[in-house]
């Protein structure tokens, strides 16, 4: 069966530090990878999506970047971190235009 | 731009009583999903939908996809205070398309 993690659960930085979050797939090939920032209790904002190695599609301009280093890879970064992106940053896979299973989520808080 | 409407946006009911969520679009999607989320998780899948007019049925929720691939409905019966949490609807259009989220608080 698949599973997808996502670490830190967890994260309180300082404005203007960098930003790694990362999220791996396993039990699949290939899957197609998303990152989402949620506000608290509102729906779910689509930042980046991957259907495969290398390959990043950016859905809104902002202060964020993806990269997907590895088939079941995928990494949220930011050289500098704004006030703005503290959020609730959520990965999720898919298979080929099928449904989307998410992770549990990371709790960024930017002080 | 595509959007997705979903109603209501707070719900707060006692157990025992039934309640709908509703998702409207413009859009078509090829299927609609409905997920529940509890605080601090990730969304869990509850259903996919596909076909219109489909009606699936998980326990005391029923999940309807309207004739017309737009729009779908989350329907509970005798609430119970486990059934609270953060209902999201998802259509997809080759990206899910999210609604705002329905926060459903079930008291005892």
């Known amino acids: 069966s698949q599973t997808i993690h996502q670490w830190p659960a967890t994260l309180v930085q300082p404005v203007g530090s960098p930003l790694s979050l990362e999220c791996t797939v396993e039990?699949?090939?290939?899957?197609?990878l998303y990152w989402y920032r949620q506000a608290a209790g509102r729906g779910l904002q689509l930042l980046f999506y991957?259907?495969?190695?290398?390959?990043i599609s950016s859905e809104v301009p902002q202060n964020l970047s993806a990269s997907r280093p590895q088939d079941r890879q995928f990494i949220l970064s930011s050289k500098k971190l704004l006030l703005s992106d503290s959020g609730f940053y959520l990965c999720a896979w898919s298979a080929i235009l099928d449904t989307q299973y998410f992770g549990p989520g990371t709790r960024l808080t930017v002080l | 731009t595509q959007l997705l409407e979903q109603s209501p946006q707070f719900l707060s009911i006692q157990e025992g009583e039934n309640l709908t969520v509703y998702c409207n679009s413009s859009s078509v999607f090829s299927s609609l999903q409905w997920y529940r989320q509890e605080p601090g998780e990730g969304p869990v899948l509850l259903v996919t939908v596909v076909t219109g007019g489909e009606v699936k049925k998980l326990k005391r929720l029923t999940f309807q996809f309207g004739d017309a691939r737009k729009d779908s409905s989350l329907h509970i019966t005798a609430a119970q205070t486990g059934d609270t949490g953060l209902y999201l609807c998802?259509?997809?259009?080759?990206?899910?398309?999210f609604g705002q989220g329905t926060t459903l608080q079930v008291k005892p």
């Open positions: 991957s259907v495969g190695i290398g390959q």
């Open positions: 998802a259509g997809n259009t080759g990206k899910l398309i």
């Open positions: 039990g699949t090939s290939n899957p197609n």
